[in-house]
Structures are given as structure tokens and as C-alpha cells.
């Protein structure tokens, strides 16, 4: 912390959504949409995403807060209500002491999602970090095909199952 940021604290960027009142305070989105745009972006670069060097790191904060306006407090995909009161809470110590356990306490943490991994544009939304770690590089059609066929194949299993016995 140096001396200027003492005596000047700078104004977030990011106004807080009325549906995040009383659920996170301004300054943690925005340093959770720095974290989230600087990470990103690296990643892009490394990945060597064709967009990637088309877009600055406050492109990527810019896309990150219009994905959070659009999408709100529930996952696209499952309707899960997302916990926005987890974003910079992540303890790596803990997390390596509680493993899944710890984890999965963190199921419902917004997390920002390339909409199409194979898409020539930024494109993000927000959903749970457990459905993101499902989603993984499907994009929205993908996933959800696969989805319902594992749903359809839990449910012929299910019913075959009840009426071998």
C-alpha cells in the first residue's frame, strides 16, 4: 500500500447493482472483477485466444460487469440462486487443508464463463462455479445436449433398474 492510496481511496469503477445491495459491498466487486478481468486475460493470452490480444484487461473488467447485469442472481443453466457474498473469500491454505470438502462450500460462487470457448469475440456470462466446472468447454448448446442426455440415461437406468427387481 503506498502513501497515495492511504489519504485517496479511488472510486470503484463498477457501481453496485441494486440486486447485490446487502449481499457485497462495491469495492469487493470491483476488486473481484479486477482479479477476475487480469486473470482472464492472461489466461486468453497464454491459451493463445484469437480475441485475446484484441482486448484490453478493462475490456475484460467492462465485458465481466455487463455479464453480471445481465445475468443477475440466478445460473442460466440450473437456476441456482448465486451466492455473490463468496466472491474473495477463497482461502488457498484452507482449501488445501479441507480439499473438496472446502470446496464444495464454494459451489454457488459466481463464477465468469467464456459463453462459447471456440467463439471469435469476448463473450462471458455468469453462472455457479459448479456449473462451470460442468460446463467446462461446451458452449450453451453443447452442454446442455449433454445434460439432457445424462439426465434421459439416469432415468432409463433408473426405470430399468425398478423393474429388474
Same mark, same amino acid.
Given at each position: 500500500? #503506498?502513501?497515495?492510496?492511504?489519504?485517496?481511496?479511488?472510486?470503484?469503477?463498477?457501481?453496485?447493482?441494486?440486486?447485490?445491495?446487502?449481499?457485497?459491498?462495491?469495492?469487493?466487486? #470491483?476488486?473481484?472483477?479486477?482479479?477476475?478481468? !487480469?486473470?482472464?486475460?492472461?489466461?486468453?493470452?497464454?491459451?493463445?485466444?484469437?480475441?485475446?490480444?484484441?482486448?484490453?484487461?478493462?475490456?475484460?473488467?467492462?465485458?465481466?460487469? $455487463?455479464?453480471?447485469?445481465? @445475468?443477475?442472481?440466478?445460473?442460466?443453466?440450473?437456476?441456482?440462486?448465486? /451466492?455473490?457474498?463468496?466472491?474473495?473469500?477463497?482461502?488457498?491454505?484452507?482449501?488445501? $487443508?479441507?480439499?473438496? $470438502?472446502? !470446496?464444495?462450500?464454494?459451489?454457488?460462487?459466481?463464477?465468469? /464463463?467464456?459463453? /462459447?470457448?471456440?467463439? @471469435?469475440?469476448?463473450?462471458?456470462?455468469?453462472?455457479?462455479?459448479? +456449473?462451470?466446472?460442468?460446463?467446462?468447454?461446451?458452449?450453451?448448446? $453443447?452442454?446442455?445436449?449433454?445434460?439432457?442426455?445424462?439426465?434421459?440415461?439416469?432415468?432409463? +437406468? !433408473? !426405470?430399468?433398474? @425398478?423393474?429388474?427387481?
Amino acid at each position: 500500500m #503506498n502513501i497515495f492510496s492511504i489519504f485517496f481511496k479511488p472510486k470503484p469503477r463498477f457501481s453496485l447493482p441494486d440486486f447485490l445491495n446487502g449481499i457485497v459491498s462495491e469495492i469487493i466487486l #470491483n476488486r473481484w472483477i479486477d482479479e477476475r478481468g !487480469k486473470s482472464l486475460r492472461k489466461r486468453d493470452l497464454e491459451n493463445k485466444k484469437c480475441f485475446a490480444s484484441s482486448y484490453s484487461r478493462m475490456d475484460y473488467k467492462n465485458k465481466i460487469y $455487463e455479464a453480471i447485469l445481465k @445475468t443477475g442472481l440466478f445460473d442460466p443453466y440450473t437456476g441456482d440462486k448465486i /451466492d455473490y457474498s463468496l466472491i474473495c473469500k477463497w482461502n488457498s491454505k484452507l482449501a488445501e $487443508e479441507g480439499k473438496l $470438502e472446502y !470446496k464444495k462450500l464454494f459451489a454457488m460462487l459466481p463464477s465468469v /464463463d467464456h459463453k /462459447d470457448p471456440d467463439a @471469435t469475440v469476448l463473450e462471458f456470462e455468469i453462472c455457479t462455479w459448479k +456449473t462451470n466446472e460442468c460446463k467446462s468447454n461446451f458452449n450453451p448448446e $453443447e452442454f446442455i445436449a449433454f445434460c439432457s442426455k445424462v439426465l434421459a440415461n439416469n432415468i432409463f +437406468t !433408473k !426405470k430399468n433398474n @425398478t423393474n429388474n427387481n
